[in-house]
């Protein structure tokens, strides 16, 4: 089974800053991850397929990099509703399809 | 527009049986895989189950195989998931989530979820 770990557990931002969250496989799952979005309250929504691909709708200060077992979110400048918790998701080796255990962007 | 919308959670007692169901609409639902993704309070995200779009095809994680059944009718936009044998450690929130394709296994449309509580 493939383990996605999420680092940092938590990160502490002002708006307008840039995050930069990572998520680490532990063998490759190629360029099949994805990234989702989710806040207190809501389900979870999908930012980023296949690595870098956007979501419909999703705005372009998201993005997202890599392949085999290291994958980034970016958020080129955050806005007061990007604070939220942010899990990555793998579907190279399935089934399962795991996630990462998330990262939590607060407001500092 | 795409919605999702789950049913049927409620409290049980540990070792009793719960159906979910999500109604679906905004798309031609037999096109699609569906997934249940659960989620336990504070926790994170959990995939549980997966069936493809002609339903032909299913698929468990290891925590819930032997226990859960996914089904859907298609007729009836509908997705289930029969919970039997249910222990104190599947409480969560249920999601209902469309996969991007038949088994393309990106969930890009979500429910809002329906909550699961077993304890005696």
């Known amino acids: 089974e493939i383990v996605l770990t999420q680092s940092p557990a938590t990160l502490s931002l002002s708006p307008g800053e840039r995050a930069t969250l990572s998520c680490r496989a532990s063998q490759s799952v190629s360029s099949y991850l994805a990234w989702y979005q989710q806040k207190p309250g809501q389900a979870p929504r999908l930012l980023i397929y296949?690595?870098?691909n956007r979501a419909t709708g999703i705005p372009a200060r998201f993005s997202g990099s890599g392949s085999g077992t290291d994958f980034t979110l970016t958020i080129s400048s955050l806005e007061p509703e990007d604070f939220a918790v942010y899990y990555c998701q793998q579907r190279s080796n399935w089934p399962p399809k795991t996630f990462g255990q998330g990262t939590r962007l607060e407001i500092k | 527009e795409v919605q999702l919308v789950e049913s049927g959670g409620g409290v049980v007692q540990p070792g009793g049986s719960l159906r979910l169901s999500c109604a679906a609409s905004?798309?031609?639902?037999?096109?699609?895989?569906m997934h249940w993704v659960r989620q336990a309070p504070g926790k994170g995200l959990e995939w549980v189950s997966l069936?493809?779009?002609?339903?032909?095809?299913?698929y468990y994680a290891d925590s819930v195989k032997g226990r859960f059944t996914i089904s859907r009718d298609n007729s009836k936009n509908s997705l289930y998931l029969q919970m039997n044998s249910l222990r104190t450690e599947d409480t969560a929130l249920y999601y209902c989530?469309?996969?991007?394709?038949?088994?393309?296994?990106?969930?890009?449309?979500w429910g809002q979820g329906t909550l699961v509580t077993v304890s005696s």
């Open positions: 989530a469309k996969d991007m394709g038949d088994g393309y296994n990106y969930l890009d449309y």
């Open positions: 296949d690595a870098s």
């Open positions: 905004g798309f031609t639902f037999d096109d699609y895989a």
């Open positions: 069936i493809s779009g002609d339903g032909g095809s299913t």
